[in-house]
């Protein structure tokens, strides 16, 4: 392979490649080699293709496929290693039967998988997954291998186990480029050639791995390896300066960590104006993520005008303009409800640099859930706006702007708390997901709005009056039935004026609550603040609950766990007086006579 004056640059402009060139020999082993930053994943991927250029240009003296494995992989955990192989086979080549389970055995062998080939993915370790991903490339016969980063998470002894395998398939005639971070001495030996990049992106060095000290006149050293050497030249080749004084940590936590007394360390107490700064922290994070993906506006603004179209302008006659309104309000509380479930997703990425932050003593629950909730209150303000806005003036005379935009809000906020229940409570991301259109479907199947509440079971009655779909619906439909009521006027077949059918007792009984508006707004802001108690507790059960109480059994009777603003129990190993002094600080609890 050879490469000439290649360069990339970012979609802003900024060079990551500055026209480096040189010669990679058929069947070597080079390592890319360079510091953090220098564009090791982006010259793999523009010497396969995947990698638009800027200047330059890539040319392989080869007729076989050019093969790029990314440093995160995409295997399935649930498989095991010999249904992996096997399905790649079966998918990658036109071999069937007795020969496609042949040929995948004989590439598990080859692998170094045999061991291991009843294992499910997920369990076998960081080498064998690498060698696995390597292994399902090489089943389509490949002349050049480009490996992102393969010796990520290895310990040496692995690292080195996947650096001879490498080098036996380049002795069988492939070519493998693969970029590493700090190789060994004996991984350097194994290297057939370096290719060098400096901090700035250019390439400084390809060649053989005994020429690279020399071409970059650097002075041998016995006391370090090669490897040392050229990272350190690569990333500043003058003398480093003086690193500064790291500035001293305040009073406060000084004493935070070295405990009172000079004890042993204590939790750091949050301060008063931390939430402030964890509240402009999240909405930045919220801003950031729509201008990022879909904007909530844009969404917003594309339900309203589907419904707008959909419905138009509702008829003022008695029974079409009383199915219209049912069937718009049903479908605002059922979209806005399920359109906002998607606030679960920023709330499971923000939870695990949550519980980061609660072990070292940063902020508790409450206010991780609190300005969660508050940076995402001017969102649904702004998607209630919206959706009331058009949909007030495409179809005509439906409630009030305000009173639809007051219902919708009040809806999204309770779809909000239970995503952030469902979010806290579950372990895994993927449960959460799956749980949380359930649970959305339960609540709104037993709300009334497709089953009148009096035709449902006597035991799941009280659903209705738990769901804020059901709450939501009832002030809707209240007040559309009122506005429908005063357009228009019913006689009967004398000329006298008909009963008042939008008042039906019947009606009211089966499709509303019978509850004041007043209690309807009570109701959806109960639910939306048990909601949010609810996941502040389940995160703080996860971040304090369990694991404190083993590690208070543990400590017994002497010391507290750090999570409770205590000591931890060793004794100092001084003397006598310190575990007298221990024991003064920690009394034995008194026991009941009788116990």
């Known amino acids: 392979m050879e490469f000439r004056a290649l360069s990339v640059r970012a979609p802003t402009g900024a060079p990551i490649l500055r026209g480096g060139s040189g010669v990679v020999p058929s069947g070597s082993l080079c390592a890319v ?50 249904e992996t192989v096997r399905f790649a086979v079966l998918l990658r080549t036109a071999l069937r039967g007795a020969d ?34 390597c292994a399902l490339e090489l089943l389509t016969n490949p002349a050049v291998l480009l490996l992102d980063e393969p010796l990520s998470g290895l310990d040496a002894v692995r690292a080195r186990g996947l650096v001879d395998w490498l080098a036996a398939l380049c002795a069988r005639g492939r070519t493998v480029l693969l970029s590493v971070h700090q190789p060994t001495a004996r991984m350097m030996r194994a290297f057939d050639c370096l290719l060098l990049l400096a901090q700035d992106g250019t390439v400084v060095y390809c060649g053989p791995t005994a020429g690279a000290r020399a071409a970059l006149r650097i002075e041998p050293d016995p006391r370090a390896a090669l490897a040392e050497v050229l990272l350190e030249h690569l990333c500043c080749p003058d003398p480093p300066a003086p690193a500064p004084e790291w500035p001293p940590a305040p009073v406060s936590e000084r004493q935070a960590s070295t405990g009172a007394g ?41 339900f309203a005008l589907a419904v707008g179209l959909a419905f138009g302008h509702l008829s003022a006659a008695p029974h079409d303009g ?12 059922v979209s806005i409800g399920f359109m906002d479930l998607a606030a679960v997703s920023p709330f499971l990425r923000g939870r695990q640099t949550f519980l980061h932050e609660a072990w070292s003593g940063v902020f508790g629950a409450g206010r991780f859930v609190a300005a969660h909730f508050l940076a995402g209150l001017p969102v649904l ?20 702007e305000w009173l639809l935009v ?52 006597h035991g799941l009655a009280w659903v209705a009056y738990a769901s804020p779909a059901a709450h939501a619906f009832s002030l809707l ?81 002497r010391s507290q766990c750090a999570h409770h603003g205590g000591d931890f129990g060793t004794p100092p190993p001084e003397g006598l007086g310190d575990l007298r002094q221990t024991h003064a600080r920690h009394p034995e609890p008194a026991v009941h006579a009788g116990v």
């Not at 991927?45 to 040319?59: D, N, T």
């Not at 291991?116 to 997954?129: A, K, L």
């Not at 303000?381 to 009030?400: E, F, K, N, W, Y």
């Open 406 to 457: 007051a219902v919708l809000l009040l809806l999204g906020m309770c779809s909000r708390s239970m995503a952030f229940l469902v979010g806290a409570a579950c372990s895994k991301d993927a449960a959460a997901l799956r749980l949380l259109p359930v649970l959305q479907v339960l609540l709104l199947l037993f709300s009334g709005l497709f089953v009148p509440r009096t035709q449902l079971p």
């Open 262 to 302: 000079g004890g042993a360390p204590r939790r750091a107490k949050p301060a008063p104006a931390s939430f402030w700064y964890l509240l402009k922290r999240e909405r930045l994070l919220a801003a950031r993520r729509s201008v990022r993906g879909t904007s909530p506006a844009l969404q917003a603004a594309a």
């Open 100 to 133: 496609a389970r042949a040929h995948a055995a004989s590439a598990v062998a080859a692998a170094g998988l045999g061991a291991v080939q009843h294992t499910r993915v997920g369990s076998v370790s960081g080498g064998e997954r690498r060698r696995l991903g």
């Open 477 to 557: 439909l209240t007040a559309q039935l009122q506005t429908l009521c005063a357009q228009i006027t019913c006689v009967d077949d004398f000329g006298d004026p008909a009963p008042d059918w939008g008042n039906d007792a019947l009606l009211r009984s089966n499709l509303t609550l019978p509850v004041s508006g007043a209690t309807h707004v009570a109701a959806m802001l109960a639910f939306a603040a048990a909601g949010l108690s609810a996941a502040v507790a389940a995160l703080h059960l996860r971040a304090h609950g369990p694991g404190c109480a083993q590690h208070r059994s543990a400590c017994r009777k």
């Open 381 to 400: 303000l702004q998607q209630a706006s919206i959706v009331a806005l058009v949909v007030s003036r495409m179809t005509g005379h439906p409630p009030g």
């Open 322 to 333: 009383l199915l219209q309104r049912l069937s718009l309000a049903v479908t605002l509380v």
């Open 33 to 82: 080699i360079g510091p953090s930053g220098a564009g090791k994943s982006t010259l793999l991927r523009a010497f396969c293709g995947r990698q638009a250029l800027a200047g330059g240009s890539v040319h392989w003296d080869t007729r076989g496929r050019v093969v790029f494995l990314p440093q995160t992989d995409h295997l399935f955990d649930e498989l095991t290693v010999s």
